[in-house]
């Protein structure tokens, strides 16, 4: 998981993280790599600088669509808007177990907090039919499929 992360991240390139994967920061300050927690970061700062790498964790899946849904507060959300490339952690489970979408809009407004629904980058098109792609978005989307418990034990040192 280590080097998939490692090979998002060009050059000086931050890589933000989730509050639940704040444990990953020692191993990938190991790689060089400049890591920022999600919450202890300004958005705005991602902005000025290179293209941040956000990681965060599926809280479920749309298979038929290849669509990922995101929960966590507007701030992290908006973390994850402002970057140049998102690498998604989906639990293999939850693929088998199935998410029902309405019962996590349901969890997600009971915390008063978004649910996203990612399906790739972001695309837009204007009435002259120019293609910007990473207009409202990430320019690049990555899902890595994890099963929970094996991914955290084969981080190299």
Do not use: N
């Not at 599926?58 to 402002?82: D, H, K, M, N, Y």
């Not at 140049?84 to 309405?102: M, T």
């Amino acid at each position: 998981m280590v080097d998939a992360i490692a090979s998002l991240a060009k050059g000086g390139d931050p890589v933000v993280l989730g509050g639940e994967l704040s444990w990953l920061e020692h191993h990938l300050g190991r790689r060089g790599l400049r890591v920022v927690l999600a919450d202890e970061t300004e958005p705005v700062e991602l902005l000025s600088g290179p293209g941040a790498v956000a990681v965060r964790v599926a809280s479920g899946a749309l298979p038929e669509t290849g669509s990922v849904l995101l929960t966590g507060s507007f701030r992290v959300q908006l973390i994850t808007t402002l970057s140049e490339r998102l690498l998604v952690l989906l639990d293999a489970d939850l693929l088998e177990r199935g998410i029902l979408v309405g019962d996590l809009m349901r969890s997600a407004v009971r915390r008063g907090g978004p649910l996203y629904i990612i399906s790739g980058p972001s695309s837009t098109r204007d009435i002259e039919h120019l293609s910007v792609i990473g207009a409202t978005g990430p320019r690049e989307v990555t899902c890595l499929l994890v099963q929970v418990g094996e991914p955290w034990a084969s981080i190299a040192p």
